[in-house]
């Protein structure tokens, strides 16, 4: 079993930045992937990155160039940096990895005022 958490989200207003973390414990070697989603209210869940452990990362396209993320993982932490943020941006953002199955964290909401 993986457990994961996230923490970091907030309000900021548009233009400002925001560092989400996500700690995992349980069984950590079963872990493939992971990565960051997010939902809007009214809209599908949708991938924001992924990392792999070889370290390839993925970026959905309307991230491109403001997120980032990253993990450590002598810290079993992963987090996703996000800078030049829209209202666009504001969802419940969740922590996920993969891991002879999918596994969710709660949700950390993230708010961006114009």
């Known amino acids: 079993q993986v457990e994961l958490e996230e923490s970091g989200g907030g309000l900021v207003q548009a233009g400002g930045s925001l560092r989400l973390s996500c700690g995992a414990s349980?069984?950590?070697?079963?872990?493939?992937?992971m990565g960051w989603h997010r939902q809007a209210p009214g809209k599908e869940r949708e991938l924001v990155a992924r990392?792999?452990?070889?370290?390839?990362?993925e970026y959905a396209d309307s991230v491109k160039g403001r997120f980032i993320i990253s993990k450590d993982n002598a810290k079993n932490m992963m987090y996703l940096q996000m800078n030049s943020l829209k209202p666009d941006d504001t969802a419940v953002y969740y922590c996920?990895?993969?891991?002879?199955?999918?596994?969710w964290g709660q949700g950390t909401q993230v708010t961006v005022s114009p």
């Open positions: 996920h990895a993969y891991a002879l199955g999918d596994h």
């Open positions: 990392i792999r452990n070889s370290g390839e990362i």
């Open positions: 349980g069984r950590l070697f079963t872990i493939v992937v």
